[in-house]
């Protein structure tokens, strides 16, 4: 059967909707070609089952992309006190967990709920189940799914990017824009946990489940944030924030004692210099188990000052070297996709495909840990209905 929308969106995700909801209120005919059962898998498991659905604090710099100045537009146009605003529209509760970041206080599946009511007040279309088998344009696009084909004037791709395969995330955003000839800034696993080398995770895997604050540095960036050891290596939220800006073969700095000076005490007082004194001052400063493993695996060699010094830097500035992340698998958000200067930053159009549009995590723009990646797409899903 062939129907005719003003635009079709293929994705029923975050930026999906928002774009579709912008644009039928504004009295598009929309269509969204969802390819799963249902709309907004990736909202209903999101901040552990309360998605955290934007963050007051939301900046330009809270995201990385091979532009910077790429998503200040939309960003500065739909930003968190509007969602702020559609949520208490909605009379749903939520709630600032820390950092800025706003939380529902019951279940992700009210802000699921939400944006379907809103696609229905907009008269969207919603097709679920619908596999997409080919796009081509010649004087409009042309949509086909095993059943039904869509014409439009407009298509906006909002596939999302490769993250957690198992609850449908496809290559498919990038195997269209390179059917259209577009850039693609290669995708890789972004907010992920780092897996140790064999090594590393003998001496440290046995502590899974401690965490202590850390800086975690690298690429120039650094995060203040707890670290958690995990059965394969590092991951807590200190760690997911500098994955994002991880490339093999880096290496990443971790400062366990942040602000602290561990042997300052033997410095200025009388305190013996030994094991045990030293272990005691850790265990004010790591948990316990952290510091007794750290001490066994760094004890100073001499108790001169500058062994001391040594073994505080070394706190300081502990180099790490993984092997690798665990993947997309476990990724929360991809980073890389479509290159930013293929598009119009006020409208997200290609540049090249008058009509065709690219919005949320499939574009090359990555939020920070925090509420950050929704309000990207949210704010380009914005943009680009507000622009149909
Ligand atoms: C476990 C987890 C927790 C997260 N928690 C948070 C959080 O609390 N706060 C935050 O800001 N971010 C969070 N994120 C990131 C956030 O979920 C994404 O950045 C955001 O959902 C991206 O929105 P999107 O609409 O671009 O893509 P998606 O939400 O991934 O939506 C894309 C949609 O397109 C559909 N689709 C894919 N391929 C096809 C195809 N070929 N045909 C038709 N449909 C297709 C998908 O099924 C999906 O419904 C989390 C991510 C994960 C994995």
Redesign the pocket.
């Given at each position: 059967m062939i129907q005719t929308f003003d635009a079709i969106v293929?994705?029923?995700?975050?930026?999906?909707l928002m774009c579709a909801i912008e644009a039928g209120k504004r009295g598009r005919r929309v269509a969204v070609?969802?390819?799963?059962e249902r709309?907004?898998?990736?909202?209903l498991?999101?901040?552990g089952g309360r998605?955290?659905?934007t963050n007051i604090h939301c900046r330009p710099e809270n995201f990385l992309s091979s532009n910077p100045h790429f998503a200040k537009s939309a960003l500065a146009r739909y930003t968190p006190a509007d969602v702020v605003a559609l949520v208490e529209k909605h009379r749903i509760r939520y709630h600032e967990k820390t950092l800025g970041q706003l939380f529902c206080d019951g279940s992700a599946r009210e802000m699921v709920a939400m944006l379907e009511e809103e696609c229905r007040a907009a008269k969207v279309s919603i097709f679920l189940n619908?596999?997409?088998r080919e796009v081509g344009r010649r004087d409009e696009f042309v949509v086909h799914t095993s059943n039904d084909e869509f014409h439009g004037p407009a298509t906006v791709v909002?596939?999302?990017?490769l993250?957690?395969p198992k609850i449908?995330?496809?290559s498919?955003g990038y195997d269209l824009a390179r059917q259209f000839g577009l850039r693609i800034r290669e995708p890789r696993p972004g907010l992920v946990p780092f897996v140790f080398h064999q090594q590393d995770r003998s001496s440290y895997c046995d502590l899974a489940g401690v965490s202590a604050e850390v800086i975690a540095c690298c690429d120039g960036q650094q995060f203040r944030e707890k670290m958690l050891i995990t059965h394969r290596g590092l991951s807590g939220p200190a760690m997911l924030q500098i994955s994002s800006y991880w490339r093999e073969p880096e290496s990443i700095s971790i400062d366990v004692a942040p602000g602290r000076e561990v042997t300052q005490v033997f410095r200025d007082s009388k305190t013996p210099r030994n094991p045990s004194s030293l272990r005691s001052e850790l265990r004010k400063i790591l948990p316990s188990r952290f510091a007794d493993r750290w001490l066994e695996l760094h004890e100073p060699t001499a108790w001169t000052n500058a062994a001391l010094a040594g073994f505080e830097k070394q706190m300081h500035a502990w180099a790490i070297h993984p092997a690798g992340t665990e993947g997309f698998e476990k990724a929360?958000?991809t980073v890389g996709g479509i290159d930013t200067g293929e598009l119009s930053a006020k409208t997200m159009e290609c540049r090249k495909v008058p009509g065709l549009y690219f919005?949320?995590?499939?574009v090359d723009v990555t939020?920070h840990l925090g509420?950050?990646?929704?309000?990207w797409?949210w704010a380009s899903g914005a943009a680009a209905g507000r622009a149909l």
């Open positions: 293929l994705g029923g995700g975050a930026a999906g070609l969802e390819h799963a709309l907004g898998k990736k909202i498991i999101s901040g998605c955290n659905f619908a596999k997409i909002a596939t999302g990017g993250s957690v449908g995330a496809t498919f929360e958000v919005i949320g995590e499939v939020g509420g950050f990646n929704f309000q797409a």
